[in-house]
């Protein structure tokens, strides 16, 4: 027996394709998207919620409660949370700190690492990391652009560690302990020291715990 109810026709006032496209800004460097709040970089990204999977029990796999963000190649995933705001807002962090640590950089698998500075310096590296204060904690919301910014004075420093101390008036055991706090952060600065030492731009690597 047929369950009881009306036949409701579907609409042919459909919106057209073109007006369901997103248009997806434009950035030319790392920097731009970052300063973004979390509204603004969560309405550039394209955004899919999915079913969580892992930890949390039935609720969570019958909930749509992961997101993936997606911007300029780049794609992030959070899942650990059952709360969907909560993967958000973690998905817009770890894709702040992709962004930071490897747009510019070309990481292909089996070959060296290629960086393209151009992407990368933004300017008034010293005086925007003093700003954000060096010693930003990593889960603070502002540490990808600390890590951004510290990277992009490793480059401007063709990997001298001691000369990028220098300049922000620190010791040399203080940035090695900063830029060693975060897995990520850290193989970036060793891609970074390997690409200028391949090209013979290279500094001396200086000692464990020198100080500057």
């Excluded at 749509?64 to 969907?84: I, P, T």
């Excluded at 690492?113 to 003093?130: C, D, M, Q, S, Y």
């Excluded at 401007?156 to 008036?169: N, Q, T």
């Excluded at 990520?184 to 001396?204: D, E, M, N, P, T």
Aim: a positive charge; charged letters at 25%; glycine letters at 8%.
């Amino acid at each position: 027996m047929r369950a009881a109810g009306r036949k409701v026709r579907a609409s042919q006032d459909r919106v057209p394709a073109n007006d369901r496209l997103k248009t997806v800004p434009v950035f030319t460097n790392w920097e731009a998207p970052l300063l973004l709040d979390d509204a603004g970089l969560t309405a550039a990204c394209e955004i899919q919620q999915i079913r969580g999977s892992g930890r949390g029990g039935q609720k969570r796999n019958k909930t749509s409660n992961a997101v993936r963000l997606s911007l300029m190649g780049f794609q992030v995933l959070s899942s650990n949370a059952r709360s969907l705001d909560e993967n958000r807002r973690d998905a817009l962090l770890k894709l702040r700190l992709l962004l930071a640590l490897s747009y510019g950089f070309d990481d292909t698998p089996d070959t060296a690492t290629f960086v393209l500075p151009g992407a990368r310096l933004t300017g008034n590296l010293t005086e925007k990391i003093h700003a954000l204060g060096v010693n930003l904690n990593t889960h603070h919301a502002r540490y990808p652009l600390l890590a951004g910014y510290l990277t992009d004075t490793f480059l401007y420093f063709r990997g001298d560690m001691r000369g990028m101390a220098a300049a922000l008036g620190i010791s040399l055991t203080a940035l090695r302990r900063r830029t060693e706090e975060l897995p990520l952060l850290k193989a970036r600065f060793a891609s970074v020291y390997q690409y200028f030492k391949r090209q013979g731009q290279i500094f001396s690597e200086p000692a464990e715990g020198e100080a500057v």
